[in-house]
């Protein structure tokens, strides 16, 4: 099916047109940047009882709110603990995806060994077949990640314990 308005075959047109309406979308839709200076809340992050947040001061300088389990203390960033500063803050957002991919690995075994049981109880014929074979691949596989994780978890704990007591000692 070929329209035509007026003559001009628009199907031929239709990329060039949507081509143009993305520039212009994009075109009309880039920010303004700011030229005032920005103080307050930078970023932070929490995981496992370890916590911090960085503000920036009017004055220009970086305050670093650092804690475990509650017990909060606030730095200024400077030349002599900027390296740890970024190691602990590195630390706590390695905790952060380490502790939701075991998470997410023991849920996902718990839900191979709920199939594996419902099988075992329904059908045991499936078992028999090769679906043991299936099961035992993907609940291996499911502990592999969730014992590999858990190493990097323990790992990023330890660095974050470590960068923590070098900061408020």
Not at 28 to 33: A, T
Not at 65 to 76: A, F, N, P, S
Not at 92 to 121: G, K, N, P, R, W
Request: aromatic letters at 14%; one cysteine or more.
């Amino acid at each position: 099916m070929i329209v035509s308005l007026g003559g001009i075959r628009i199907k031929r047109y239709i990329p060039i047109l949507l081509l143009l309406l993305s520039a212009f979308v994009s075109a009309c839709s880039q920010n303004v940047e700011d030229t005032e200076e920005y103080y307050g809340f930078i970023g932070g992050g929490k995981a496992m009882g370890y916590e911090f947040t960085i503000t920036k001061e009017e004055l220009g300088s970086f305050l670093w709110e650092i804690g475990y389990k509650g017990d909060l203390i606030v730095l200024e960033e400077d030349e002599s603990n900027i390296d740890d500063l970024l190691s602990y803050a590195n630390a706590i957002h390695d905790v952060e995806a380490t502790y939701s991919t075991v998470f997410y690995s023991v849920i996902y075994f718990l839900l191979v060994a709920a199939i594996f049981l419902f099988l075992f109880v329904k059908n045991r014929k499936v078992l028999k077949s090769g679906g043991a074979i299936a099961i035992v691949l993907a609940g291996g596989i499911s502990l592999y990640f969730a014992l590999d994780t858990s190493i990097d978890l323990n790992r990023a704990m330890q660095e974050a314990k470590l960068y923590y007591l070098r900061l408020v000692e």
